[in-house]
């Protein structure tokens, strides 16, 4: 195996783990491109980017989704 097709693999599995990170490995696979390419025409920097931005660095720090779901309702105030 390459070293490009080995990186390419890598990048692959990771983003595998953000989607099975966020409960979403049994959703349906238009219903997940459809929400990315929605994301994608996020301006960066945008509040809702930001929002975004942060919800999943939480979810990156805490052990299960449950734990985010809580903090976020605690602590957000997005309007």
Do not use: C
């Amino acid at each position: 195996m390459t070293a490009e097709r080995r990186r390419d693999a890598r990048e692959m599995i990771l983003l595998g783990g953000i989607v099975v990170k966020a409960g979403l490995s049994k959703a349906d696979r238009a219903f997940l491109l459809g929400g990315l390419i929605e994301m994608a025409t996020l301006v960066p920097g945008s509040i809702e980017h930001r929002r975004l931005r942060d919800i999943g660095e939480e979810a990156f720090k805490a052990p299960s989704l449950t734990d985010v779901s809580s903090h976020l309702k605690e602590t957000a105030e997005w309007a």
